[in-house]
């Protein structure tokens, strides 16, 4: 059971903005999909570091990011 | 070095790992990415055992992604954390013994100048205050001294944080490190003025707040070094294990300390901000054109 990052991509989809994406320390870690406007999490390889809902929310206001717990193999 | 080293021979595409067939078909071999770019395609550096909330590892991150030629770069790195993000990234990375790295780059610059003399063969340092203002500290100084045309990138934890928390000569003064309980008693090391009092012909200090910028400097560094001399990038990247900083607030404590001792500073000589101008007014050009094409 581990703390990742999850993104809300209905709430994300209304900002064209990817400031997440170019904040997360991990490689390819947050992505950003063209088709939906949106950016996107590879679960395996967030460490829940936190860094991109400091972006989302305490930065920009727009609370589309939370830490959530997965099982491994979810 | 060079794209043919990278190419996947016809027929082995399905033998070959996920991670590096997508790092052939979507990464930055061969092609200019924009570091804005980022999310949107197979970056040069994979998963790596650094901390969570490591600005170190984001400052590398973005490092691999300003990169102008990756295919024709070396990288060189020392003990030290940094060591843990270079080793897992598609640039050849050499590993040098404590603090030798500058010695080695001038030998290896010198070697590929000899053996590739029409091409630009890159060569980056990149190690910590430890590795460069330290225990190497006399062979990044006689590297500047002789004008080696390498990059040195200083990525500045202001401790040994893989070894428990010594003080380093890059730790503020008067700060209380875990293998330092009476603080520290000397002032920090300024590296950004013995770099141009030592020869070099680039030198910017920069805090990670901003990764255009960040991005704009490396690349000035690199293109610098070509030409004319040693470049230097003195970068802070705060240790959140040792300084105790909650992961969330890492990148509030890189903009806290841009507003102090970190301000952005950037001093070039004239011959070499003639040269950049030019290279980046070109690149402009380039853009325009593609735009209305």
Known sequence: MYFVAHVHENECAKYNCKQCVLFCPEPNCLNYKESGHTAWVWTDRCKGCEICVYVCSDLLKRNCIEMVMVKAGD | ?293
């Open chain 2, 1 to 293: 070095m060079g794209l043919e080293y990278v190419r996947i021979s016809p027929g082995f595409e399905k033998y070959m790992p996920r991670d590096y067939v997508d790092l052939v078909k979507f990464g930055q071999f061969g092609r200019e990415v924009d570091v804005m770019q980022l999310g949107q395609f197979k970056e040069l550096v994979e998963e790596h055992p650094m901390c969570a909330g490591c600005y170190m590892a984001y400052f590398i991150r973005i490092f691999y992604a300003a990169l102008p030629k990756p295919e024709d770069t070396i990288v060189l790195g020392t003990a030290g954390c940094a060591r843990l993000a270079l080793s897992q990234a598609a640039v050849p990375f050499i590993y040098g013994n404590y603090g030798d790295t500058n010695a080695v780059a001038s030998g290896l610059k010198r070697a590929l100048s000899i053996r590739f003399p029409d091409k630009d063969k890159d060569v980056v340092v990149i190690a910590g205050d430890g590795g460069l203002m330290d225990i190497g500290f006399g062979m990044t100084m006689h590297s500047w001294f002789r004008k080696e045309k390498f990059t040195t990138i200083m990525v500045d934890n202001e401790v040994y944080g893989n070894t428990g928390g010594q003080e380093s000569g890059m730790s503020p003064k008067g700060v209380q490190l875990k293998m330092a309980p009476l603080g520290k008693k000397f002032e920090k090391i300024n590296a950004v003025q013995l770099a141009i009092d030592s020869g070099c012909v680039y030198v910017a200090k920069i805090s990670p707040t901003n990764p255009k910028r960040i991005a704009k400097v490396i690349r000035r560094a690199i293109f610098a070094a070509r030409k004319f001399g040693p470049t230097f990038i003195h970068a802070y990247t705060s240790c959140n294990i040792e300084y105790s900083i909650p992961t969330r607030e890492v990148l509030a404590d890189a903009r806290k300390r841009e507003k102090e001792d970190f301000k952005f500073f950037e001093w070039m000589t004239d011959e070499v901000k003639e040269f950049l101008e030019e290279i980046e007014r070109k690149e402009k050009e380039k853009k325009k054109q593609e735009v209305k094409s």
